[in-house]
């Protein structure tokens, strides 16, 4: 209902009667924000032309002669708008606020070592602290250091299966939404995905904070 008039809002952010701008409600996602279904390929030209014509639509120079109502909806909604932008531009952010919306928190996604890596990450931890325990410039840390850049780029590798483990795992989410279906086949599909989603999501998450270590102590 329009702030303003009273009347049914039927537009997205504006009041077909008095045509005032309306506050992004609460319950909105920020796939709704845009338009777009919760898809997790979304084309970036699209995204960025709905980002621009919704900021020009939310400009504060728009709203300098309004209501003290209006500047701060414009406020609002213009920062909701920046937030949702950052967040669905970004593949990894996209999948971590579509697990918020559909399996609750995304904190749940865990910061330990993936089961097959546990005891290649705890060996890797001991050479680290070895290194860093070592003269570096001396034979035995120049070999440690050698050995550290391999392991790197082996995570690395890792990391980037991982991703392309995501990006088959959007497509066939994707495809799951498209087909609309709710059938309880359907439902055993999504739980399925979103699991193997989040799985993979903290594993990468895990290697990719291994590898920074790694770049913050060897360079």
Not at 61 to 72: A, G, H, L, P, V
Not at 105 to 111: D, L
Not at 118 to 141: K, M, N
Request: aromatic share 8%.
């Amino acid at each position: 209902m329009c702030w303003h008039c009273q009347s049914e809002v039927s537009g997205e952010y504006f009041c077909d009667r008095c045509v005032k701008v309306q506050p992004v409600s609460k319950e909105t996602d920020y796939f709704t924000c845009f338009g777009f279904p919760r898809r997790l390929t979304i084309d970036p030209g699209k995204l960025e032309a709905k980002f621009y014509e919704l900021s020009r639509a939310f400009h504060p120079d728009f709203y300098q002669n309004k209501s003290e109502t209006e500047q701060s909806i414009s406020l609002g909604n213009a920062a909701t708008l920046n937030s949702a932008y950052r967040t669905l531009r970004d593949p990894i952010q996209r999948v971590e606020y579509l697990l918020d919306l559909e399996a609750g928190s995304v904190k749940e996604i865990r910061n330990s070592p993936p089961a097959d890596l546990f005891e290649e990450i705890l060996e890797l931890q001991d050479t680290l602290d070895e290194y860093r325990a070592s003269d570096r410039a001396s034979d035995a840390g120049q070999q440690l250091r050698t050995t550290l850049q391999a392991e790197q780029q082996t995570l690395e590798e890792r990391k980037r299966d991982m991703e392309t483990q995501l990006q088959q795992l959007f497509t066939d989410w994707d495809l799951l939404q498209d087909r609309g279906e709710a059938t309880s086949q359907a439902r055993s599909e999504r739980d399925r995905l979103l699991k193997q989603m989040r799985e993979t999501l903290s594993n990468r998450t895990y290697v990719k904070s291994i590898i920074n270590d790694l770049v913050a102590t060897i360079g």
